[in-house]
């Protein structure tokens, strides 16, 4: 099964079927979408769906991961432009991506050839790849904030990090794990850990989204412990680029919540 889901990606990489799909990101001053995260998408005629768990490894594996990523960014930066003049673009990018030195300046040029501005750019990167590679990582880091390109930690809670070594970088952004968002109505603990983010990240002077908001008690929670976005179900899952404008017609869902 694995040798023919490799089969299919190559040849899905070669006729460019996979795309971004893209899930609001969500101000929660006014629940207000600000922008979009990118996310990768594949609906194999064969197989079927395959969800990015399963052939971002393989691209990882094979070393086609620099291609899909290439491929798939320039596809957002073009799709991005479409949208409110001020909206965001977040896009992942792995630890292996981040072993090529030259990814900052690819991902730069391809925002020169699209005429996408950097300023709209956040770049997505989990703290597992801040542990390695460190001197290339952070170089890389700083060519896109140089740029005026945002840095947003994904995932934070879930890595080895100590925070000396993630405070070494510039960061702009931490995106609190949908793992405590998710029981925070039932867990006492959940809530304590997404209060000390929360007060480490206003210390810091960095923004924080909250991951896999799914009902209206973790919204009005996030909210209330000063949570500046939020990201998940509740809102909206990623959705075709050209579904955009019909989900930027009506207002959102959950608008009026505390
Ligand atoms: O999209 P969810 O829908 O299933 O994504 C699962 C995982 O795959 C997430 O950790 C997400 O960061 C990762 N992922 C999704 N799209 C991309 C992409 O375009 N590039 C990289 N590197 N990872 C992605
Ligand atoms: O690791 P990263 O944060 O990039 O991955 C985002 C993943 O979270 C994707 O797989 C996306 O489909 C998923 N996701 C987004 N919103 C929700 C949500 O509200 N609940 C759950 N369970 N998953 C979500
Ligand atoms: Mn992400």
Known sequence: RRIQIEREFRSALASNTIVPHYQPLVSLDGNRIIGFEALARWQSESLGYVPPDVF????????????????????????????????????????????????????LSTLGQTGFNPRRLEIEITESALMQNVAVVQSVIDDLRCAGVRIALDDFGTGYATLTQLLSFHLDKIKIDRSFVSHLDKSEESLVIVRAILGLAKGLGLTTTAEGVEDATQLACLKANGCAEGQGYLFSKAIPAAEIPALLERPLLYSSAA
Not at 85 to 99: D, M, T, V, W
């Open 56 to 107: 971002i490894p393989i691209a990882e594996e094979t070393g086609l991961i620099n291609v899909l990523g290439d491929q798939l960014f320039r596809r957002a930066c073009l799709d991005a432009k479409a949208w409110p003049e001020n909206f965001i673009l977040a896009f992942n990018i792995s630890p292996i991506q981040l072993r090529d030195p030259t990814i900052g300046l690819r991902i």
